[in-house]
Nanobody, 120 residues
Framework: QVQLVESGGGLVQAGGSLRLSCAAS????????MGWFRQAPGKQRTFVAA????????RYADSVKGRFTMSRDNAKNTVYLQMNSLKPEDTAVYYC?????????????WGQGTQVTVSS
């Protein structure tokens, strides 16, 4: 079973930057894709970014394109989300998730979340 632990959230002013980390652990860590999602108060959880573990290719929600960058460190089983030019509407709890074998296409492991608050 894969465990995911996020870190790096906090309070930042609009226009600032934060870097989130998500460390994966487990007896044998294997994943197809790692993703970041977020949930603002009173709203549904939405997709932010994802990275293919094998190729490193990334994709982003339109709302964060050009501002957020997702990366991975295969040796450390860790993914990152570099968030620049933050806006108040980026305020949310950010969750890391894994799409793991044997079933592809389902995020079946989730972290506990880390709070990001952007003040205006």
């Amino acid at each position: 079973q894969v465990q995911l632990v996020e870190s790096g959230g906090g309070l930042v002013q609009a226009g600032g930057s934060l870097r989130l980390s998500c460390a994966a652990s487990g007896r044998t860590f294997r994943t197809y894709t790692m993703g970041w999602f977020r949930q603002a108060p009173g709203k549904q959880r939405t997709f932010v970014a994802a990275i293919d573990w094998s190729s490193g290719s990334t994709r982003y929600a339109d709302s964060v394109k050009g501002r957020f960058t997702m990366s991975r460190d295969n040796a450390k089983n860790t993914v990152y989300l570099q968030m620049n030019s933050l806006k108040p509407e980026d305020t949310a709890v950010y969750y890391c998730a894994g799409d793991n074998p044997p079933v592809r296409g389902v995020y079946d492991s989730w972290g506990q979340g880390t709070q990001v608050t952007v003040s205006s």
